[in-house]
């Protein structure tokens, strides 16, 4: 009558196995987002280096927010995480808005650029309502 305890003994080891190797997933899960803010991060940093120095223009600055906002708004593990970087984006899309309006009002951009910019922001304020919102009910 060895058989309960053979199962048992199965069942163990097997549970053991997979939880060890989830847990190595998580850990490297977890190096690779590690890596990917650290090379993001750079990206911005060198931007902002070449921007200050007039090499780069606003929009690979601004692309470079974008990309290293984004990827911490969806890999934050908090909703209050996931809205504060919303909040980064929409402030990002609130300064092209004013300087392409600016810019429309001197004839050097169209009417289109402004409306493209008008939907960014729209789009940006439309995921950080959504945010909030799951929040108060999640």
């Not at 053979?6 to 190797?21: E, G, I, R, Y």
């Not at 090499?55 to 470079?64: I, K, P, R, S």
């Amino acid at each position: 009558m060895n058989t309960p305890r053979t199962l048992l003994l199965v069942w163990f080891v097997a549970s053991s196995l997979f939880a060890s190797l989830a847990r190595a997933d998580e850990a490297s899960y977890a190096k690779i987002l590690k890596e990917r803010d650290a090379v993001l991060s750079q990206i911005v940093a060198q931007r902002e280096s070449l921007f200050a120095i007039g090499t780069t223009d606003g929009e690979a600055l601004q692309a470079a927010r974008l990309a290293l906002w984004s990827f911490r708004r969806d890999t934050a593990t908090t909703k209050e995480g996931k809205i504060a970087h919303q909040e980064s984006i929409v402030g990002l899309y609130e300064k092209n808005l004013a300087d392409l309006k600016a810019r429309a009002r001197t004839g050097v951009v169209g009417s289109d650029a402004v409306l493209l910019a008008t939907d960014s922001l729209l789009q940006a304020q439309q995921t950080l309502e959504e945010l909030r919102t799951d929040r108060k009910t999640g």
